[in-house]
Nanobody
């Protein structure tokens, strides 16, 4: 059984930082990309960032470029999302995802975590 377990969410003031972690287990993720999406109340799930298996390719939504950094530790099957200069509009549930293809739509991905809440107060 594949599991993606996110951690690190919470409440932070605008301008602050948080680091999300996602640990993958249950299968070999060799060759799989990993990524992050987010979903705010009443809105569709949107792409945030992704990283290739090798770590050589990273991809970001325009709204987070320069503020968020995605990284991974392959031996630990863990992906991270460092979020700096947080804004109230970053408030959402953040979901970790993994799959053989990297894409900007949720349907491109295979496995999903249950999400972690990030709330940024103004």
């Amino acid at each position: 059984q594949v599991q993606l377990v996110e951690s690190g969410g919470g409440l932070v003031q605008a301008g602050g930082s948080l680091r999300l972690s996602c640990a993958a287990s249950g299968r070999a993720f060799s060759g799989y990309g990993m990524g992050w999406f987010r979903q705010a109340p009443g809105k569709e799930r949107e792409f945030v960032a992704a990283i290739s298996w090798s770590g050589g390719g990273t991809y970001y939504a325009d709204s987070v470029k320069g503020r968020f950094t995605v990284s991974k530790d392959n031996p630990k099957n863990t992906v991270y999302l460092q979020m700096n200069s947080l804004k109230p509009e970053d408030t959402a549930v953040y979901y970790c995802t993994a799959g053989p293809r990297i894409g900007g739509s949720p349907g491109s991905w295979t496995y999903w975590g249950q999400g972690t809440q990030v709330t940024v107060s103004s």
